[in-house]
């Protein structure tokens, strides 16, 4: 089983819905992370949640929130789509306590807003 | 702040040729460094990492340096496959602080 599970893996929607992203995990990490990919600009940090009680802006979070259910989920939302947001979205665990730790990656969703 | 240059792509090789992507960083303090890799329609998955000076990271027959006085970490293997097609990611992480990526190279590997 993956340890970093993003649902759906893929969506198409309209501009102006409302789009939620869920990511799971079951590695017991602390930290979560949403990015976004567009080619030619790597990964870019949405926002960021160091324990359930802690989200954290990142680089580009206007036109998203999140949420920090339980230390296991982490979903990101998109309030009112728009075409620009179209990318690949990827949710991320690490675990905060071990010094120079990797970050885990899902296998990303590809979001499509028309 | 702090920032991962990467060579632009896409790379095109043959099958078994000499793979050099260069990642230079611009960071304050002693980061650690990182490269990931991206396959088709998958998530980023760690390939090597050094924590510090002149430490030599290797995985898969790919290797890389971190060069304190170059700000460098270069990814190197001798002889790629052409299962090594891919996006390649440098990163550097700085202490208790969130990963920094750089844009990414595609490689591609024909036969």
């Known amino acids: 089983d993956a340890d970093v599970t993003q649902t759906p893996r893929n969506r198409i929607t309209k501009t102006g819905k409302r789009i939620m992203l869920e990511c799971s995990q079951t590695?017991?990490?602390?930290?979560m992370y949403w990015y976004r990919q567009d080619p030619g600009l790597g990964l870019r940090l949405i926002y960021y949640s160091f324990d359930v009680k802690d989200i954290n802006k990142g680089e580009i979070s206007d036109g998203y929130s999140v949420s920090r259910q339980a230390q296991a989920k982490f979903s990101l939302s998109l309030e009112s789509a728009i075409p620009n947001q179209t990318a690949l979205y990827f949710c991320?665990?690490?675990?905060?306590?071990?010094?120079?730790?990797?970050?885990?990656f899902g296998p990303g969703t590809r979001l499509t807003v028309l | 702040g702090d920032s991962v240059t990467q060579m632009e792509g896409p790379v095109t090789l043959s099958e078994e040729a000499f793979l050099t992507i260069n990642c230079t960083y611009t960071a304050t303090g002693y980061p650690s460094l990182f490269w990931y890799v991206q396959y088709p329609g998958e998530g980023l998955q760690l390939l090597l990492k050094?924590?510090?000076?002149?430490d030599k990271g290797s995985n898969k027959g790919f290797e890389a340096t971190y060069r304190k006085e170059t700000t460098s970490f270069h990814l190197e293997k001798g002889s790629v496959q052409v299962s090594d097609s891919a996006v390649y990611f440098c990163?550097?992480?700085?202490?208790?602080?969130?990963?920094?990526f750089g844009p990414g190279t595609r490689l591609s590997v024909l036969p």
């Open positions: 050094a924590t510090k000076a002149d």
């Open positions: 991320a665990t690490r675990l905060g306590t071990s010094g120079i730790s990797e970050q885990f």
């Open positions: 990163a550097l992480l700085k202490g208790g602080q969130n990963f920094v």
């Open positions: 590695k017991g990490h602390d930290r």
